[in-house]
């Protein structure tokens, strides 16, 4: 999304729920952290509560599979984001195994 402001990408994006848990989204969080390579792109962003925005960490944020199972089990049943970064994980991890 060439151009797209992260105040365009926050109005597309919410209101919503928060993928990890339900509660009411307030911010953006990326799934593949952006210290870890990820982008401020619109498939790589999912609502998200400062709870769970926070709780994934700070500067060297965890990746879904490091992070709370359950949280991470709710938003793989809840968003295709998600499943598809979870899924993309698993090869990675099981490419290095």
Do not use: I
Not at 12 to 24: I, K, Q, S, T
Not at 33 to 58: A, I, Q, T, Y
Not at 77 to 86: F, P, T, Y
Request: charged residues 30%; proline residues 4%.
């Amino acid at each position: 999304m060439v151009g797209v402001t992260w105040g365009q990408m926050k109005k597309r994006l919410l209101p919503a729920l928060c993928v990890y848990c339900g509660d009411e989204a307030k911010v953006l969080d990326h799934l593949l952290p952006r210290c870890r390579g990820g982008m401020d792109h619109e498939g790589n962003l999912v609502p998200s509560c400062r709870k769970c925005n926070n709780g994934r960490g700070g500067k060297h944020r965890r990746t879904l599979a490091e992070w709370d199972p359950v949280r991470v089990a709710y938003a793989r049943r809840h968003s295709a984001k998600v499943r598809a970064e979870w899924q993309r994980l698993m090869k990675v991890e099981y490419a290095e195994a």
